[in-house]
């Protein structure tokens, strides 16, 4: 009787072994050349130049807002980053370089002052920030935040900023390279 059911269990193991993935996987054939993926097609447009100078100055108020609120908050918190509060200097101070291009006149000159008070501080803070001058840093941050809303926030200087025709051609928001020259 032993010797009879040796053959019926050794097919209920084949047919058990073999409905296993991995075992099937393992005798498939592989392809010889990998399968292609489709690589995205990425075509940039510049949009600023259907915007108003007022749209862009409401834009960049916008991200100086953000970039300032993150530096706030990172020098507000008991262990901060100073990766972070650089890179929140640097996009604040940026926005602020483009609002003082986008106002013209007394603006831009009174502008100028509040520009000058931050690069002072974003010269500070990319040095190395010890924690007894955080405190100070970020309060003078606020400072400068309540002076730029309260005299440049977009609903007060919106008859003071450049004409369309003026900025169209800005430094910020327009980089072309220029083409290279072969040496002789």
Same mark, same amino acid.
């Given at each position: 009787?032993i010797?009879q059911?040796?053959?019926f269990?050794?097919c209920?193991l ?9 075992l099937?996987?393992k005798?498939?054939r ?15 447009? =510049? ?8 749209d ?37 101070l940026n ?32 040095r ?6 955080? =405190?100070d ?7 400068q ?11 007060k ?5 450049r ?11 327009t980089?072309?390279?220029?083409p290279?020259?072969?040496?002789p």
């Open positions: 009787m010797k059911s040796r053959p269990i050794f209920l084949i047919l058990f072994a073999g409905g296993c993935e991995s099937q996987r005798f498939t592989k392809p010889k050349t990998p399968v292609e993926q489709p690589a995205p097609i990425i075509h940039f447009q =510049d949009y600023s130049q259907g915007m108003t100078v007022l862009r100055y409401q834009k960049h108020f916008l991200m100086f807002e953000y970039w300032n609120n993150d530096l706030i908050d990172s020098l507000q918190t008991g262990r901060y980053s100073v990766k972070r509060i650089r890179r929140a200097s640097e996009g604040a926005s602020m370089r483009t609002l003082h291009e986008l106002l013209r006149g007394e603006e831009a000159e009174k502008f100028k002052e509040i520009l000058d008070q931050r690069e002072k501080l974003d010269r500070n803070l990319n190395s920030v010890t924690p007894g001058q955080v =405190d840093f970020r309060r003078r941050a606020e400072s935040t309540r002076a730029t809303h309260r005299e440049f926030y977009w609903t200087v919106k008859d003071k900023l004409a369309d025709t003026d900025v169209a051609g800005s430094a910020l928001e980089q072309t390279p220029e290279l020259e072969p040496n």
